[in-house]
């Protein structure tokens, strides 16, 4: 069965960095677009950052110029890179794959347990 496995993440001060990194726990047949997502209490989960099998991103307006996804095609990992860190980012981090699995098996959504990221003030 197909997890994706996140890492990084915690206490930060303001204006810091953090990587957030996210791979496949099994051999993929094919991933396609992948993304972070985060979630702040009382809020909903939004998009931050995604990037397509091809290359292209897209970002949140609220992280353009801070935050950069990249992805590692042959390890099936993608990366968040977030620098100047403000506390208004304080959130879980959740991992987000479009991927199949097999060859015979259809493209399907998967997510990340989620990861606490703390940005003080």
């Known amino acids: 069965q197909v997890q994706l496995v996140e890492s990084g993440g915690g206490l930060v001060q303001a204006g810091g960095s953090q990587r957030l990194s996210c791979a496949a726990s099994?051999?993929?047949?094919?991933?396609?677009?992948m993304g972070w997502y985060r979630q702040a209490p009382g809020k909903q989960r939004e998009l931050v950052a995604a990037i397509t099998s091809g290359g292209s991103t897209n970002y949140a307006d609220s992280v353009k110029g801070r935050f950069t996804i990249s992805r590692d095609n042959a390890k099936n990992t993608v990366y968040l890179q977030m620098n100047l860190l403000k506390p208004e980012d304080t959130a879980v981090y959740y991992c987000?794959?479009?991927?199949?699995?097999?060859?015979?098996?259809?493209?399907?959504?998967?997510w990340g347990q989620g990861t606490q990221v703390t940005v003080s003030s």
């Open positions: 987000n794959a479009n991927l199949r699995s097999s060859i015979i098996s259809r493209p399907m959504e998967y």
């Open positions: 099994v051999s993929i047949f094919r991933v396609n677009a």
